[in-house]
């Protein structure tokens, strides 16, 4: 079954600062990679897709997303963060070897960011 | 448009006590499902429905049911309530293959004593 992992429980960064909150993925087929970001109290707000072609990907809020196949990797990024965007980020994957007859989204641990002023 | 309502958003349960879970979307999408968040751990898959009247099992069903029986609905029922099952929970719905995003409803807060 497909799954996803971030390695990071807690990002800090000051505002102003570029952002990279990790996430690494495995499937059996072609990956559909996913970032949601979690407000408290809140569900799950869709972020960006990687779905196919250019590896770069981006999104809501200014934020972007890079695809990398080799090291399974789809890390979230943002050129200059704000206070705004502290809150709770998923990264998820669907497989894609079950065509339609697979929509089961996995979802990573989840990674807090904080942004100081 | 409403998108994905969820109802209680909070419920606190004795042991033994059985509930439902309320889920409904207006998006007319095939694929619906549940999801418990548990701090640390993510969100884990319970159950899921690709249409009325087909369910199946997620990654953590047992002590959970549902149903599909129309496209709209998709109750999660808990039997028998144990103090393991207190989390919060997400109903999601999206339309069918793999590159559709997730729907979230706003959650259910559960605990059980």
């Known amino acids: 079954a497909q799954s996803v992992a971030q390695p990071e429980d807690q990002v800090n960064v000051a505002e102003g600062n570029p952002l990279t909150v990790k996430c690494t993925y495995s499937?059996?087929?072609?990956?559909?990679l996913f970032w949601y970001v979690q407000y408290p109290n809140r569900g799950l707000q869709f972020l960006l897709k990687y779905i196919t072609g250019d590896n770069l990907v981006k999104g809501s809020y200014g934020f972007e997303a890079e695809f990398n196949k080799s090291q399974t990797s789809f890390h979230l990024k943002k050129p200059s963060a704000l206070v705004s965007d502290s809150a709770l980020y998923f990264c998820a994957v669907r497989d894609g070897a079950g065509g339609n007859n697979n929509n089961d989204m996995r979802f990573g641990a989840g990674t807090r960011l904080t942004v100081k002023p | 448009n409403a998108g994905v309502t969820q109802t209680p958003k909070f419920q606190v349960l004795k042991t033994g006590q059985s509930m439902t879970l309320q889920c409904a979307q207006d998006m007319n999408h095939e694929y619906m499902s549940w999801y418990r968040q548990d701090p640390g751990m993510g969100l884990r898959l319970i159950h899921y429905s690709v249409g009325a009247g087909i369910t199946d099992q997620g990654e953590v069903p047992n002590g959970y049911n549902v149903s599909r029986s129309t496209t709209e609905d998709f109750p999660l029922r808990l039997l028998s309530a144990a103090p393991s099952q207190t989390s919060v929970y997400f109903c999601?719905?999206?339309?069918?293959?793999?590159?559709?995003?997730?729907?979230f409803g706003n959650g259910t807060r559960l605990t059980v004593t």
């Open positions: 499937v059996s087929g072609n990956p559909y």
């Open positions: 999601a719905s999206s339309y069918r293959g793999p590159n559709s995003p997730l729907h």
